[in-house]
């Protein structure tokens, strides 16, 4: 049985107190939960502050990208022995942010800084080699445009997301894996995908990797849905089959929220 997992990506938001003060409220709210497995992912100034928070408590520290390379110099760059080193578990791979794919629905934005986020397959594919023998666990995220959703191009777009980043690595090397789909069109946005569809594409993404290797890695990995999930709508999501947990962004800086989130998963 997949455990459901229920992570929270806080973003560039919170100093590492204001995380810490938020991570102290959750560990006495959900601390200690084994139902569920909770992930916390800060920023990484803010790794420290919140690892020692939660030392001892079943909740668990993710970062939220990293370098492929062990040391260098390579400025402004983290690399996975320093997110061991803070007590990292989990990191979030190739979220649409990294890969400079967001802010569509945001008229402020300048779209032209785009391209300095734009992680590819190659650079994801990269720092999940680079992870793996560290025992760190990746989340890879994957997900559609609106263009593309509406030029029929979901499937396609998220097979390639997945063969790209998953290229030459073994099936026995990714039982920790987990896959998020999120598609860019719902995050950020308050436009919750529609749960049955949503239970479709993540679906979809095991078949795939049933496709690329067996029944047993598809069985195992877990899937998660992101995009817009909230207290609210997070019951029905968290109830569907192919569903095996949340990566939750804005609602996730709130206590009661995430805690009330968290008790949305169903005990599998
Ligand atoms: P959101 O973000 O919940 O604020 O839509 C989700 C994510 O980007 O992981």
Redesign the pocket.
């Known amino acids: 049985m997949r455990r459901p997992l229920i992570a929270g990506?806080w973003?560039m938001h919170l100093t590492p107190s204001e995380g810490a003060a938020l991570a102290t409220t959750l560990r006495q709210r959900i601390g200690m939960r084994s139902d569920v497995e909770i992930l916390l992912c800060p920023s990484f100034v803010a790794l420290q502050a919140v690892s020692e928070v939660i030392r001892g408590s079943e909740m668990k520290l993710g970062a939220q990208n990293v370098f492929w390379r062990g040391s260098g110099a390579f400025t402004g760059q983290v690399s996975p022995p320093m997110l061991c080193a803070v007590g990292c578990e989990y990191v979030i791979l190739g979220?649409?942010?990294t890969r400079g794919r967001f802010g569509v629905n945001d008229p402020d934005l300048d779209t032209s800084v785009l391209p300095y986020f734009s992680e590819t397959e190659a650079t994801l594919n990269r720092k999940l080699c680079a992870i793996l023998p560290h025992g760190l666990k990746p989340i890879l995220?994957v997900g559609e445009t609106l263009a593309e959703r509406e030029a029929g191009h979901t499937e396609s777009i998220i097979r390639a997301q997945m063969e790209g980043a998953l290229q030459g690595v073994a099936g026995d090397e990714l039982y920790d894996l987990a896959i998020?789909y999120?598609p860019v069109w719902?995050?950020?946005?308050g436009r919750v995908c529609d749960a049955d569809e949503a239970n479709r594409v993540c679906g979809f993404i095991r078949q795939t990797l049933r496709d690329l290797y067996d029944d047993e890695l598809a069985e195992t990995v877990r899937v998660l849905y992101?995009?817009?999930?909230k207290a609210s709508n997070a019951h029905t999501l968290l109830h569907q089959p192919e569903i095996d947990g949340a990566?939750?962004?804005?609602?996730?800086l709130n206590a009661e929220e995430f805690e009330q989130i968290s008790y949305c998963a169903p005990k599998r």
């Open positions: 990506n973003k979220h649409s942010e995220c998020a999120e719902a995050i950020g946005t992101g995009g817009s999930v990566l939750v962004g804005g609602a996730s």
